[in-house]
């Protein structure tokens, strides 16, 4: 294409700082990419939810191709970069990053229910930072960037001399004592020298060489490739010290890649619900942290929004398929399914009393729920308090509806009671641990109902520390149910690790586990309560459900 060189002086050099600027950040974007430790594109693949998403998750979910894609981005940056900085083919390269850059914005488009699950610095609405780059790398491609202080000029020299040496008879390269009109002839910035000008200097017989300005305009760009490495060596060694994911703090770093198998499921009556269900304690903020009185916070201020919907993808995609929360997170739950077409099955809590003894259950079934549990310690106080009835009526109302219904409880002395007046739920939802850990209180100093209660300050006492205060009499009472059990709070609170309370809950009778998991445990919990139900010895309890 051909072009008149007219640009004037601030034209061109907008321009040319243009070029820099796109090719430096491309340039650092790869380097970043390659110098981050096993860095892989797999997750914002795995986000995609676009017309594309398809293509995207099979190249996230096959290894070879998935390093072909880390390689190609990450080596398509550095070099699609570095060419554009030098001003070298930049119209090839600026073409080549417009269909990178174009990837990326197929992938994972700021339209409507699409964008959550990636950060963000900004809010976008369809034209995002990556498109308004791919347009000025459009704007590249259609100017002759290249002629500006860059390789391209170069190349354009040398094809001018080679031709004119080939009509003249002499050899290229002969230098004039004539001056070359470059950046300050007669023809100035406007004319066809300027100052990206092809006169350069020729003597009468037409043969050229480069003038000593044009060299020097070259060299240029060598103080900025020169801070280019100077910025990036700083920042690494920056990065590699201060970090979050450094040597002071290490975070288990599990993606989909490590999933060894999706969870298997079972059955509740009709529904099919994965053998582990994700637990809303860590979305609510309910840490159970003992002493530590500020973690609750802590935990609401990482779970926001966009990680609580992170999180929920990773379970979906290791095979959870159902979450248990209080009726007070199912409108977060249900824009989470809205948003991402997710077909996650919800356990709500209800809390029923005497004055109103279906207001939960007809709220949470108008916000849209599928299985439906009484509460733990709203059936212990119930119990406690002598309104048995209460529950009675509340699990006939649910399954009456066509929901199923069921019964959770801290204390194994609750649902003894309500065993003892007939209510039979469709699934029972039963703390489960053991109590070898360091903050459990002593057996003689452990009352029935106190769990969730009145936290006391003597640490020989309940304190928020233990969730199952009669892990044997549990053990028993379930025995003697065919009906499906999910055991909650088999980690005491993260008292216990995975391996343990997974291994006891299962072992002792459990059909079912309810872990609260934060989105970096998912995958390693998952892969823990595979290798525990595959590796069974000892349980007695036949399984249910």
Same mark, same amino acid.
């Given at each position: 294409?051909?072009?008149?060189?007219?640009?004037? $002086?601030?034209?061109?050099?907008?321009?040319?700082?243009? $070029?820099?600027?796109?090719?430096?950040?491309?340039?650092?974007?790869?380097?970043?990419?390659?110098?981050?430790?096993?860095?892989?594109?797999?997750?914002?693949?795995?986000?995609?939810?676009?017309?594309?998403?398809?293509?995207?998750?099979?190249?996230?979910?096959?290894?070879?191709?998935?390093?072909?894609?880390?390689?190609?981005?990450?080596?398509?940056?550095?070099?699609?970069?570095?060419?554009?900085?030098?001003?070298?083919?930049?119209?090839?390269?600026?073409?080549?990053?417009?269909?990178?850059?174009?990837?990326?914005?197929?992938?994972?488009?700021?339209?409507?229910?699409?964008?959550?699950?990636?950060?963000?610095?900004?809010?976008?609405?369809?034209?995002?930072?990556?498109? =308004?780059?791919?347009?000025?790398?459009?704007?590249?491609?259609?100017?002759?960037?290249?002629?500006?202080?860059?390789?391209?000029?170069?190349?354009?020299? #040398?094809?001018?001399? $080679?031709?004119?040496?080939?009509?003249?008879?002499?050899?290229?390269?002969?230098?004039?004592?004539?001056?070359?009109?470059?950046?300050?002839?007669?023809?100035?910035?406007?004319?066809?020298?300027?100052?990206?000008?092809?006169?350069?200097?020729?003597?009468?017989?037409? !043969?050229?060489?480069?003038?000593?300005?044009?060299?020097?305009?070259?060299?240029?760009?060598?103080?900025?490739?020169?801070?280019?490495?100077?910025?990036?060596?700083?920042?690494?060694?920056?990065?590699?010290?201060?970090?979050?994911? %450094?040597?002071?703090?290490? =975070?288990?770093?599990?993606?989909?890649?490590?999933?060894?198998?999706?969870?298997?499921?079972?059955?509740?009556?009709?529904?099919?619900?994965?053998?582990?269900?994700?637990?809303?304690?860590?979305?609510?903020?309910? !840490?159970?942290?003992?002493?530590?009185?500020?973690?609750?916070?802590?935990?609401?201020?990482?779970?926001?929004?966009?990680?609580?919907?992170?999180?929920?993808?990773?379970?979906? #995609?290791?095979?959870?398929?159902?979450?248990?929360?209080?009726?007070?997170?199912?409108?977060?739950?249900?824009?989470?399914? #809205?948003?991402?077409?997710?077909?996650?099955?919800?356990?709500?809590?209800?809390?029923?009393?005497?004055?109103?003894?279906? %207001?939960?259950?007809?709220?949470?079934?108008?916000?849209?729920?599928?299985?439906?549990?009484?509460?733990?310690?709203?059936?212990?106080?119930?119990? #406690?308090?002598?309104?048995?009835?209460?529950?009675?009526?509340?699990?006939?109302?649910?399954?009456?509806?066509?929901?199923?219904?069921?019964?959770?409880?801290?204390?194994?002395?609750?649902?003894?009671?309500?065993?003892?007046?007939?209510?039979?739920?469709?699934?029972?939802?039963?703390?489960?641990?053991?109590?070898?850990?360091?903050?459990?209180?002593?057996?003689?100093?452990?009352?029935?109902?106190?769990?969730?209660?009145?936290?006391?300050?003597?640490?020989?006492?309940?304190?928020?520390?233990?969730?199952?205060?009669?892990?044997?009499?549990?053990?028993?009472?379930?025995?003697?149910?065919?009906?499906?059990?999910?055991?909650?709070?088999?980690?005491?609170?993260?008292?216990?690790?995975?391996?343990?309370?997974?291994?006891?809950?299962?072992?002792?009778?459990?059909?079912?586990?309810?872990?609260?998991?934060?989105?970096?445990?998912?995958?390693?919990?998952?892969?823990?309560?595979?290798?525990?139900?595959?590796?069974?010895?000892?349980?007695?309890?036949?399984?249910?459900?």
């Amino acid at each position: 294409m051909k072009f008149k060189n007219d640009l004037s $002086r601030t034209q061109s050099v907008f321009l040319v700082l243009l $070029r820099v600027f796109i090719g430096w950040h491309l340039l650092y974007e790869g380097i970043a990419k390659l110098l981050i430790p096993d860095w892989s594109s797999e997750a914002y693949l795995l986000n995609s939810k676009w017309i594309l998403a398809p293509l995207f998750h099979s190249l996230a979910q096959n290894h070879t191709a998935l390093q072909v894609v880390d390689f190609l981005n990450i080596w398509g940056l550095i070099i699609i970069g570095l060419a554009i900085m030098l001003g070298f083919l930049v119209r090839y390269w600026a073409v080549a990053g417009m269909v990178l850059l174009g990837l990326y914005y197929l992938a994972n488009p700021p339209f409507i229910r699409t964008d959550f699950g990636l950060p963000s610095e900004g809010h976008y609405l369809f034209i995002n930072k990556t498109l =308004v780059e791919i347009a000025a790398l459009g704007l590249l491609a259609v100017f002759p960037s290249g002629l500006y202080f860059g390789i391209d000029n170069f190349l354009k020299y #040398r094809s001018g001399a $080679r031709t004119r040496a080939g009509k003249s008879g002499k050899p290229a390269g002969t230098v004039s004592a004539a001056g070359a009109t470059g950046m300050g002839g007669t023809s100035g910035m406007g004319g066809t020298s300027g100052m990206g000008g092809t006169s350069g200097d020729t003597d009468e017989n037409g !043969s050229s060489s480069l003038p000593r300005r044009e060299v020097l305009r070259y060299l240029s760009m060598v103080p900025v490739l020169g801070a280019f490495a100077w910025g990036t060596v700083r920042k690494y060694r920056w990065n590699s010290v201060n970090a979050i994911s %450094g040597a002071t703090i290490k =975070v288990p770093d599990t993606s989909l890649k490590d999933l060894k198998a999706p969870i298997p499921r079972g059955k509740i009556l009709d529904r099919e619900v994965s053998r582990v269900v994700a637990g809303g304690n860590l979305i609510g903020g309910w !840490s159970h942290s003992r002493d530590l009185l500020y973690v609750s916070e802590l935990f609401k201020a990482y779970n926001s929004e966009r990680k609580v919907f992170e999180t929920l993808e990773i379970a979906e #995609r290791a095979g959870v398929n159902t979450i248990n929360i209080s009726h007070l997170q199912l409108d977060l739950i249900n824009k989470y399914k #809205r948003i991402y077409g997710s077909k996650l099955q919800t356990m709500t809590q209800v809390a029923p009393t005497r004055k109103d003894p279906y %207001g939960d259950i007809n709220k949470v079934i108008d916000t849209g729920v599928d299985l439906i549990q009484i509460q733990g310690n709203c059936c212990d106080w119930r119990v #406690r308090d002598g309104e048995i009835d209460v529950i009675a009526d509340s699990i006939d109302y649910i399954k009456k509806q066509g929901y199923p219904a069921g019964l959770g409880a801290h204390s194994v002395q609750a649902l003894i009671a309500c065993d003892e007046a007939g209510i039979e739920p469709d699934f029972y939802m039963k703390t489960l641990h053991h109590d070898k850990y360091w903050s459990a209180h002593p057996r003689e100093n452990r009352i029935p109902f106190s769990v969730d209660g009145e936290k006391s300050p003597d640490h020989d006492k309940f304190h928020d520390n233990m969730f199952c205060l009669f892990p044997e009499e549990t053990i028993e009472f379930m025995k003697k149910k065919e009906i499906p059990w999910i055991a909650f709070k088999v980690l005491a609170g993260g008292a216990i690790r995975p391996e343990e309370g997974f291994r006891y809950a299962f072992e002792n009778g459990a059909d079912f586990i309810c872990v609260g998991m934060f989105d970096w445990q998912v995958i390693t919990d998952v892969n823990i309560a595979n290798d525990v139900l595959q590796n069974l010895s000892g349980r007695q309890r036949v399984w249910h459900g």
